[in-house]
């Protein structure tokens, strides 16, 4: 109970300083983002409103979170919109940290915690992550806001008190690191570990994943990004259903989900000063591993990457972007996809497509 008293009090006190005072940091914010598409349910993505006092930045409502340098996807978290949380942030001169409490489902207690530590040194910057999805009841030092690893306090209530089981916690973990040797080029890279075994011979399947891009911009004209990613298969998968990391039945970490690597190749360019156009092409492969798979001993401590019969694909897809205030950008996407798969007796092919319109708006 007093680890429980230790928290509320905590949160209280970033509250109370941000808000009362908001006229001495500069900037306070009230933001909004909805979205119509043909594949999801149409929802309010965003809503939320930002204040910040000095280093410290609090954020509450419904936003999106994203931990990682990935223009195109992140191995952690997001982009992942929708998200009903309460997020702080201090930033300094060498380092940053964040901190988020988010509610996945009401109906369940399903909830997401998570943390990031920035650290800046010169062109570089390194990146430590880490996520837990959790169900239940949720003990209160999960809810203290301080840079404690929840793998290391998951351990310590386990052995203390018995009462925290592991089929009820998902604990993901990230490193990245970000480059950018001049002005006119980036480079990062990260490494996602949802659960690596240790024993030998390994007893499970080493569910990890990585990315690798850069951005370039000494083009005349806009600027070039090129990614690639791999996630192993039953990466994001839990236990059960209940604790996989999903939400709303997509990964929430990269959105192309477990057993897959793809490359996207993606050009930005602003034809007016209003206007932003940004097509981009994706080739990608997928075996039959999916979110949702449950690992068997049989599978074997490590699972051929590609499983079963290898589905490849071709995407293409336009992004466009017109601001029509300060304070209003209209936003829409359209792509299509051929799929194919060759290691049959017959070729398979198919073809899907997606579209979407986004509005967002901020005070």
């Known amino acids: 109970m007093k680890s429980k008293n230790l928290s509320i009090i905590a949160l209280s006190l970033l509250l109370g300083i941000v808000i009362c005072k908001p006229a001495a940091a500069g900037e306070t914010t009230l933001f909004g983002h909805f979205s119509l598409s043909p594949n999801t349910v149409p929802r309010i993505d965003e809503f939320s409103f930002s204040t910040s006092y000095g280093p410290l930045e609090l954020n509450i409502g419904r936003q999106e979170l994203v931990f990682g340098?990935?223009?195109?996807?992140?191995?952690?978290?997001?982009?992942?919109?929708?998200?009903?949380?309460?997020?702080?942030?201090?930033?300094?001169?060498?380092?940053?940290?964040?901190?988020?409490?988010?509610l996945l489902d009401s109906a369940t207690d399903k909830k997401l915690f998570g943390h990031r530590l920035e650290i800046y040194a010169g062109s570089v910057t390194v990146g430590l992550s880490e996520t837990a999805l959790m169900v239940g009841d949720i003990p209160a030092?999960?809810?203290?806001?301080?840079?404690?690893?929840?793998?290391?306090?998951?351990?310590?209530?386990?052995?203390?008190?018995?009462?925290?089981?592991?089929?009820?916690?998902?604990?993901?973990?990230?490193?990245?690191?970000?480059?950018?040797?001049?002005?006119g080029l980036e480079l990062y890279g990260e490494f996602l570990v949802d659960d690596y075994p240790f024993s030998v011979p390994a007893t499970a399947p080493m569910r990890?994943?990585?990315?690798?891009?850069?951005?370039?911009?000494?083009?005349?004209?806009?600027?070039?990004?090129?990614?690639?990613?791999?996630?192993?298969?039953?990466?994001?998968?839990?236990?059960?259903?209940?604790?996989?990391?999903?939400?709303?039945?997509?990964?929430?970490g990269h959105w192309a989900g477990p057993d897959t690597d793809l490359v996207t190749v993606k050009y930005t360019w602003n034809?007016?000063?209003?206007?932003?156009?940004?097509?981009?092409?994706?080739?990608?492969?997928?075996?039959?591993?999916?979110?949702?798979?449950?690992?068997?001993?049989?599978?074997?401590?490590?699972?051929?990457?590609?499983?079963?019969?290898?589905?490849?694909?071709?995407?293409?897809?336009?992004?466009?972007?017109?601001?029509?205030?300060?304070?209003?950008?209209?936003?829409?996407?359209?792509?299509?996809?051929?799929?194919?798969?060759?290691?049959?007796?017959?070729?398979?092919?198919?073809?899907?497509?997606?579209f979407g319109i986004e509005l967002s708006v901020q005070f």
């Open 208 to 252: 990890t994943g990585g990315l690798a891009g850069l951005v370039y911009r000494d083009l005349p004209v806009g600027e070039l990004v090129i990614e690639y990613a791999r996630i192993n298969r039953f990466t994001y998968c839990h236990y059960t259903s209940k604790t996989d990391y999903a939400f709303l039945g997509k990964s929430l």
């Open 141 to 183: 030092a999960f809810y203290i806001p301080l840079p404690m690893p929840y793998l290391v306090t998951q351990l310590l209530i386990y052995y203390l008190d018995g009462d925290m089981p592991n089929a009820n916690a998902n604990m993901v973990l990230g490193i990245d690191v970000h480059w950018q040797p001049y002005d």
């Open 271 to 354: 034809p007016t000063e209003d206007l932003t156009l940004a097509p981009s092409l994706t080739l990608q492969r997928h075996g039959e591993g999916m979110l949702g798979d449950r690992w068997q001993k049989s599978d074997g401590p490590s699972p051929i990457f590609l499983s079963g019969e290898i589905e490849n694909s071709v995407g293409l897809k336009m992004d466009a972007a017109y601001r029509l205030s300060d304070y209003a950008v209209l936003s829409g996407y359209l792509g299509g996809a051929v799929h194919f798969q060759v290691g049959v007796e017959e070729a398979i092919w198919r073809g899907s497509g997606t």
């Open 69 to 102: 340098p990935g223009q195109i996807g992140n191995m952690v978290l997001g982009p992942q919109i929708g998200l009903d949380a309460i997020e702080f942030s201090l930033t300094f001169k060498w380092l940053q940290y964040r901190q988020f409490w988010a």
